[in-house]
């Protein structure tokens, strides 16, 4: 967009499935989806940052095999730096080019009809409406920004691009999208929960896990478990205690762990392997008990304190 000086990725949908095209228009797709395009901008960066681990020889021959120069190269950091990203004076992503401009819905008089919203495509066209017209989302979209990377992360990738993202760009964000979710499907409530907690709003968090938990126990969709049942969302509330429970951060040397139990939970035990060693765990309210089985003495992090753990001895870490 020379007018503007950046990239656009246009006739995109993103995650969140009600949004097909623009109100009145013929064609399908929607312009620069944040979520899209913020992603795109992390693939980017991900590439250069592949490319510094090989070897000279490794770099030459991987890019030899695929006809990568370093032409497009430059064209991929410049694109990486300049990709658009809507974003409002408040700090709001939006969720792509125009739907700011949409109109809002009415929950409440909604709910009061029917009760079971999530599914508020089909009731917008059964009323003879699109979605396509209203600020509504089956699931997370922007949100899924922060779930699948960091919200430090996020704010990085925003300041690359030369925007100036506030502090709590993720709150802002999270309070203006949930209002606006019909939670059409079950991993919406993962994603939400997960960022709930994130942001400190424990008890919304922990109503939308016990949701997503009890999915198919309680049908709630309103008969889609007779279908089949929701294996995503089960995996999903696996790695749901793992992460906000049990604090678990795996993306670097090193495992991190800043575990806060939910009121209701005493204790919590689970192990995973990282880099070839199994860690054992018992995270109590006070303590957090590890074990690794692996040949050589190991370091990880919990509750920000460095810690070395020799192979086969449990160690315990007061909090």
Known sequence: DEDRGRFSIPKVMGPDE????????????????AYTNIMAAWVFRRAFDLLEMLSEKDRESVCG??????????????ISERLNIPISEEGILEQYEGYFELEELDWDFYREKYENIHRMD?????????????K???????????????????????EGLGYSPPDDLLARNFHYYIKRTSHGSTLSRLVHGYLANAIGESELSW??????????????QGGTTKEGIHAGVMAGTVLF???????VDWDGERLRLDPALPAAWREMKFNL????????FVVGTESVRV????????SIVVWGEEVELKPGVWKEILC
């Open 241 to 247: 205690a793992l992460r906000a429970y049990g604090g």
């Open 122 to 134: 089909r009731i917008l066209k059964a009323e003879g409406k699109s979605p396509d017209e209203y």
């Open 207 to 220: 109503k939308l896990y016990m949701e997503a938990l009890t999915s198919d126990y309680q049908d709630i």
């Open 273 to 280: 392997s990282f880099k070839g060693d199994r860690y054992f």
């Open 18 to 33: 009600f949004h097909e095209k623009y109100p009145h228009a013929e064609e399908g797709g929607l312009n620069d989806n």
């Open 136 to 158: 509504v989302a089956k699931q997370a979209d922007v949100l899924m920004a922060f779930y699948t990377l960091s919200p430090e992360e996020v704010a990085g990738l925003l």
């Open 65 to 78: 095999k695929i006809n990568l120069d370093e032409k497009e190269l430059a064209r991929w950091k410049e």
């Open 291 to 298: 074990k690794l089985v692996g040949k050589s003495a190991k």
